[in-house]
């Protein structure tokens, strides 16, 4: 009897090692877990910032840019001047305008700001704003006709939309069918 009690009494001591050897294995399955999805999370953490650093780093300069563009535009009216009818101390007054000005834009340029050719492009609303409208029927429509204010682009980036002046042909012929059919109508 002694013996049952002391073979039942090792045998619920094995019992209970093996139930608290299964427990300890299951919570350092949980903890292992755990470890590899704090790593995982660590590494997606650290490639976030170095996307962020990289892309503030790759735009660092675009405020100053920005800031710059008002100077860019008042040399190209400066310049724009006809030296043809200048005074000769003028005319080299211009024309030491225009080596700064070249100068000064192909730094800019160096640095990554590009002019956004507008011109006779199709309207885009992505890289122009449409301050005005024509009817030309030597132009298709949506095209522009005329760049009141270039517009630059920092590296991949829209610094300032080019403002412009778009041909409609389709509003026109809209309002002349509508005064043709309000016409037929009365």
Do not use: W
């Amino acid at each position: 009897m002694k013996e049952e009690k002391e073979i039942k009494k090792e045998k619920d001591k094995k019992e209970h090692t093996h139930n608290k050897i299964h427990e300890l294995e299951e919570e350092n399955k949980k903890l292992q877990e755990e470890v590899l999805r704090a790593k995982a999370d660590l590494i997606n953490y650290r490639k976030r910032k170095d996307e962020e650093v990289s892309a503030y780093l790759k735009y660092a300069n675009s405020d100053l840019i920005y800031e710059l563009l008002p100077v860019l535009d008042n040399f190209e009216r400066a310049i724009k001047m006809d030296d043809n009818n200048l005074s000769d101390e003028v005319s080299k007054f211009l024309a030491g305008m225009k080596m700064i000005y070249a100068a000064f834009r192909e730094m800019l340029e160096k640095e990554g700001l590009k002019e956004i050719e507008a011109l006779g492009q199709k309207f885009d609303a992505n890289y122009h704003d449409c301050l005005f409208t024509d009817n030309d029927p030597l132009y298709e429509d949506e095209i522009v006709l005329d760049v009141l204010q270039k517009g630059y682009m920092y590296k991949d980036k829209v610094l300032r939309c080019a403002s412009v002046k778009v041909n409609k042909l389709n509003e026109n012929k809209e309002e002349k069918e509508d005064k043709k059919g309000n016409d037929n109508n009365e």
